[in-house]
């Protein structure tokens, strides 16, 4: 597999990975639907690696019923 390629399959799937975290994380923290379209989903979509240390504190404080921000 080339170098370019496998790059472009790291990113992909690091996106992939970051939608399905942010996806759950506007599930939990009770956006509306209409946040899915917003800028902060996609910055949660793409920093998701320093986005799990604080979803994890909460899921763990606070449970399912979730935290409003």
Request: glycine share 8%; aromatic share 22%; no cysteine.
């Amino acid at each position: 597999m080339k170098k370019d390629k496998l790059i472009t399959n790291l990113a992909i799937l690091y996106f992939i990975i970051g939608l399905i975290f942010a996806t759950a994380y506007a599930a939990y923290y009770k956006w509306t639907a209409l946040a899915f379209l917003s800028p902060g989903f996609y910055a949660v979509a793409l920093s998701w690696p320093f986005q799990i240390p604080g979803f994890f504190h909460d899921l763990v404080n606070f449970g399912l019923a979730g935290k409003p921000i």
